[in-house]
């Protein structure tokens, strides 16, 4: 899960960096180049490309290059750092679908949690007057759908290997990204091209490395690391695109994780 939020924050980072680039545009890059690795684990290893749980399969890629999309459209109104913390919301609808659709049961004291990191939202929102709304709406929507994909990987378990899950994600991406970015093409100058690339190799060491953490060890051991990335994206935030946080800011992110690793302990 370490290895996870650092090549995620790394892959944030590049996408603030490239916030001129269309966002589709930045989906199929972030994609295309992650299937060199993904088709080649897995014919190298005579794994099964198709799967067994493909209905699920193709609806976590569905899903999943929705979040995507919506969050890389969010980071060009939102401090990269912001934008993360507010995706991280995603838990919280998880557990919503979860109730509904997995027939589990939250306790009170986790419904306590998820209020304290919507305390933090509010006070992210409230004290900090120069945020877009845009960008809260786009990131708000974002973290729904990756509430959703949450509980999709949870119904596959084990039954796929998880370079296959994130296979059928990365195909769909391509296919989705690379239709939505035709009309609005920005050609690439320099070392940007190896930037779009490299936003594949670091998006599938993170979500091969986060599917794999889930898979092999329960939810509440592996859950609080992630939020890792939060830290790392925002330091990156300060130290390379000289964002500004207020003191408000730091507050309601900081209530926003912590709200989140408690729940994820108390599940315990």
């Known amino acids: 899960m370490i290895i996870s939020t650092m090549a ?6 590049i996408v603030k960096h490239l916030m001129h680039i269309n966002a589709f545009q930045i989906v199929f890059f972030r994609s295309v180049s992650t299937l060199f690795f993904t088709f080649g684990f897995l014919l190298k290893n005579n794994i099964p490309l198709l799967g067994n749980n493909k209905k699920l399969l193709v609806l ?45 049961n939250i306790k009170q004291l986790q419904w306590l949690f998820f209020t304290m990191a919507f305390i933090g939202v509010l006070v992210l929102k409230g004290f900090d007057t120069e945020l877009s709304a845009l960008g809260l709406l786009l990131i708000f929507i974002s973290a729904i759908f990756s509430g959703l994909v949450y509980i999709i990987i949870s119904k596959i378990g084990k039954g796929d290997h998880p370079v296959v899950v994130v296979n059928y994600f990365m195909v769909i991406s391509t296919i989705v990204g690379g239709v939505f970015a035709i009309n609005n093409w920005t050609n690439p100058v320099g070392t940007e091209w190896f930037l779009l690339f490299s936003l594949g190799v670091f998006g599938y060491f993170g979500q091969v490395y986060m599917t794999k953490a889930f898979q ?20 990156f935030g300060v130290f390379i695109f000289s964002e500004v946080y ?23």
């Not at 995620?8 to 980072?13: E, I, L, P, S, T």
């Open 8 to 13: 995620f924050a790394c892959m944030n980072g």
């Open 60 to 104: 976590r890629g569905f899903v999943g290059v929705t979040s995507m999309a919506l969050f890389f459209m969010s980071t060009k109104y939102l401090p990269i750092g912001t934008a993360v913390s507010l995706r991280y919301m995603a838990p919280i609808f998880a557990a919503v679908f979860a109730v509904f659709l997995l027939k589990e």
């Open 216 to 235: 092999v060890a329960a939810t509440n051991q592996v859950a609080p690391l992630k939020y890792l990335e939060v830290i790392f994206t925002v330091l």
């Open 246 to 268: 207020t003191l408000w800011s730091l507050l309601g992110i900081a209530l926003i994780i912590l709200g989140l690793i408690l729940n994820a302990l108390y599940k315990k």
